[in-house]
């Protein structure tokens, strides 16, 4: 358990309202990842962080921004949720030593 | 890594019977190799992993997997699966840029 916790864990939002999510972590990991699941698709990276400020682009990255203004908080946020972003959106941070990625429990987003 | 392939999105077996699923995956440089599962309703949790040294490593409970860098796969199998096995299996592989490419997942289902 690497003390990762995600708010808000179930969501149903309006197509075209901005949605927040957060993900927590009590560790100190440097890096933090965002990732949406799919039936089909598995595992998609949306955005990652390697240190406070410091963000990067995945490979589905369009309509989300994130932010990390603390070492453990990174959020997520859809400025304009749309009904394609219905997904269960999992945070995850990685030991930088076994290369091991830890995730949250997940957040069930629902736009309608 | 490029692409990581899991060929069967669905793997029914039966109760007591062994299994095998199929990942490879393609890279030019060296892998850090994963595999996780992901219990119904669940967020996804570490099975088991290569790093180096031995191509084959176990988990706990009774899954191994070998590392077959000529075939660029990392196959897991189990000689006995139970009910409890029940669950979707992702394979991932990292080339060492913290971050991991992701097959499509292959659920395991276990038929009594």
């Known amino acids: 358990d690497a003390g990762i916790t995600q708010s808000p864990r179930h969501k149903v939002t309006e197509t075209g309202t901005p949605v927040t999510l957060r993900c927590h972590q009590t560790?100190?990991?440097?890096?933090m990842y965002w990732y949406r699941q799919d039936p089909g698709h598995g595992l998609r990276l949306i955005h990652y962080?390697?240190?406070?400020?410091?963000?990067d682009k995945g490979e589905v990255s369009d309509g989300y921004s994130v932010s990390r203004s603390k070492t453990e908080d990174f959020l997520l946020t859809l400025e304009s949720a749309t009904s394609s972003q219905t997904s269960v959106y999992f945070c995850?941070?990685?030991?930088?030593?076994?290369?091991?990625?830890?995730f949250g429990p997940g957040t069930r987003l629902t736009v309608t | 890594a490029q692409s990581v392939t899991q060929l069967d999105s669905q793997v029914p077996v039966f109760e007591e019977a062994p299994v095998e699923l199929r990942c490879n995956y393609s890279?030019?440089?060296?892998?850090?190799l994963f595999w996780y599962v992901q219990y119904p309703n669940q967020g996804l949790q570490l099975l088991l992993k290569?790093?180096?040294?031995s191509t084959l490593v176990e988990s706990i409970n009774g899954f191994e997997a070998e590392f077959n860098k000529s075939q660029t796969s990392f196959h897991l199998r189990k000689p006995s699966v139970h009910i409890s096995d029940t669950a979707e299996y992702f394979c991932?592989?990292?080339?060492?840029?913290?971050?991991?490419?992701w097959g499509a997942g292959t659920k395991l289902i276990i038929k009594p």
């Open positions: 995850a941070i990685m030991d930088q030593i076994s290369y091991e990625q830890y």
């Open positions: 560790e100190n990991h440097r890096y």
């Open positions: 962080s390697y240190g406070v400020k410091d963000t």
């Open positions: 890279s030019s440089v060296s892998v850090y």
């Open positions: 290569y790093l180096s040294g």
């Open positions: 991932a592989v990292s080339e060492s840029n913290y971050q991991l490419i």
